[in-house]
């Protein structure tokens, strides 16, 4: 079972360069979610959707937008890469029942020069 | 949603039980337990969760006070494997979306 695949898995921008990362899910959950981890500290949310076509902020959303066109994909964009946007990116996914637990992908790990 | 306190490192010896503590003492009473972990920078990994019940699994098992404000996870038989980081998280119930908030957890190493 895939469950939760991210691409690419390692990435080198330069300052001002612009990217999107995928993120795709084969188990039919409505809820979908990407997080950044930086050393040393816990996964901070940067946004989050609840179905096909939605789309909210989380904790951390400057900077990064983001899109839901299809209920398996979750894209992460980044218009203008700064050295602050370097990271590792986890995406999430989950059930739309409030005790369900999130399934994460193996993440994408981002430099900025 | 109610924060945790876990102790930043423990260590455990190969093939004996670990015993992870966290404690949530603000918890609200629709919020669950929930314990993830992270092995090498991997992608967080779900272990377990819980409300009020004790619950088990074939990766450990969920021990919760009878006034939640705290609650231990058990690795019955430690392997090197389970070398990771682990987090105690309190979330509610209900159709949210809310994030889960991962602090900085327990760094657990198993010792042959």
């Known amino acids: 079972n895939a469950g939760v695949t991210q691409t690419p898995k390692f990435r080198v921008l330069k300052t001002g360069q612009s990217m999107t990362l995928l993120c795709a899910q084969d188990m039919n959950h409505e809820y979908m979610y990407w997080y950044r981890q930086d050393p040393g500290m816990g996964l901070r949310l940067i946004h989050y959707?609840?179905?096909?076509?939605?789309?909210a902020k989380g904790e951390v959303p400057d900077g990064y937008n983001v899109s839901r066109l299809k209920k398996q994909n979750f894209l992460l964009g980044l218009e203008s890469a700064a050295p602050s946007q370097t990271s590792v990116y986890f995406c999430?996914?989950?059930?739309?029942?409030?005790?369900?637990?999130?399934?994460f992908g193996d993440g994408t790990r981002l430099s900025i020069l | 949603d109610a924060k945790t306190t876990q102790p930043p490192s423990m260590d455990c010896a190969e093939g004996r039980a670990a015993n992870l503590p966290c404690n949530h003492s603000t918890i609200s009473g629709n919020e669950y337990v929930y314990w993830y972990r992270q092995i090498h920078s991997q992608g967080p990994q779900y272990i377990i969760h819980g409300l009020k019940n004790n619950e088990t699994n074939e990766m450990a098992s969920l021990i919760i006070t009878e006034d939640r404000k705290s609650s231990t996870l058990i690795l019955p038989h430690a392997t090197l494997r389970d070398t990771a980081v682990y987090y105690c998280?309190?979330?509610?119930?209900?159709?949210?979306?809310?994030?889960?908030?991962f602090g900085t957890g327990t760094s657990l190493t198993v010792i042959p």
């Open positions: 959707s609840v179905g096909e076509g939605t789309t």
């Open positions: 999430a996914s989950s059930y739309w029942t409030g005790d369900q637990p999130q399934h």
């Open positions: 998280i309190v979330r509610p119930g209900g159709n949210t979306g809310n994030q889960f908030y």
